[in-house]
């Protein structure tokens, strides 16, 4: 009996897994065809591609490129946005001089402390310190932007699919709403405050378009024209490499390793021809 009660129960609950099945299938299954149900589905874009000096196992970093990068940063980026895990004397891993860094974290203001009273102050930064927020706090961050709190860029293009492309994609991508999308999903509209991207997950988002127009960072002689696209190339460059500083020296020990187990494996297979040589002749024998 208790067998019976058990197959029974079985039955039921596999035949209530596949009208289950079957009904979400059809809800989005129209005319063979798949059937989206929201705009996040229809309009999401994938990175564009985009080639950068260091894609490939044998690319290195640009470093006229992140220098680049890191002015479009500190001129426009860091209004809003901190790099909390890089320290100005990382800087010197772009090309930059010890004098040149000094020069550089000195205009950034970090919190300090007053020698004399002890209260909390504001200072120039020292290259030992690091990117500071440009906001005290968190209410503070929202109240500036729209209710929503800025990311911190140090380990951006680690923690999006495709990074380096992504930031690319994200910054050059800013355009106006498709009045399709708002007659076949009117709930998607953008709403007041926010800015269509359909780069981004849910294709609005509170940051405004940062690059705004060509030419406003004013490269030196030498470099290319700061067009958006270029300038969007350049700090998808410098925050690749705020997330990933190790990058050349980590594919030049890999290769290492690579080439010290291939020799390793070549001699040991010549080893085990050399010692089992004599018991082969021996077989044949």
Request: glycine share 8%; with cysteine; net charge neutral.
């Amino acid at each position: 009996m208790i067998r019976i009660i058990g197959i029974l129960a079985g039955l039921f609950f596999t035949l209530g897994v596949l009208l289950a099945f079957f009904q979400g299938t059809s809800e989005v299954i129209t005319n063979g065809e798949f059937k989206p149900t929201t705009a996040e589905m229809v309009y999401h874009k994938h990175p564009k591609e985009v080639e950068f000096s260091f894609d490939g196992p044998f690319g290195k970093y640009d470093r006229a490129q992140l220098q680049r990068g890191f002015q479009v940063y500190k001129e426009v980026c860091s209004a809003c946005h901190s790099l909390k895990f890089v320290a100005f004397r990382d800087l010197q891993q772009l090309g930059y001089t010890e004098a040149q860094v000094k020069v550089l974290a000195a205009g950034f203001q970090v919190p300090g402390v007053d020698p004399n009273t002890g209260e909390a102050t504001m200072r120039p930064g020292l290259p030992t310190d690091h990117f500071p927020s440009p906001y005290p706090n968190e209410i503070a961050a929202r109240a500036a932007n729209n209710n929503a709190v800025p990311p911190d860029l140090s380990l951006m293009t680690k923690a999006r699919h495709e990074g380096s492309a992504y930031v690319y994609s994200l910054l050059t991508g800013f355009t106006e709403q498709p009045a399709a999308l708002v007659k076949r999903f009117p709930e998607a509209k953008t709403p007041n405050g926010l800015h269509y991207n359909p780069y981004f997950a849910n294709l609005n988002l509170a940051m405004a378009p940062p690059l705004g127009a060509d030419g406003q960072v004013t490269y030196g002689e030498g470099n290319p024209e700061p067009t958006i696209d270029q300038m969007a190339q350049d700090v998808a460059a410098f925050l690749t490499w705020t997330a990933e500083p190790k990058l050349e020296k980590r594919r030049q020990t890999g290769w290492a390793v690579l080439g010290f187990l291939l020799f390793a494996t070549m001699l040991a297979y010549m080893a085990k021809q050399q010692v089992w040589a004599d018991k082969k002749k021996k077989k044949a024998a």
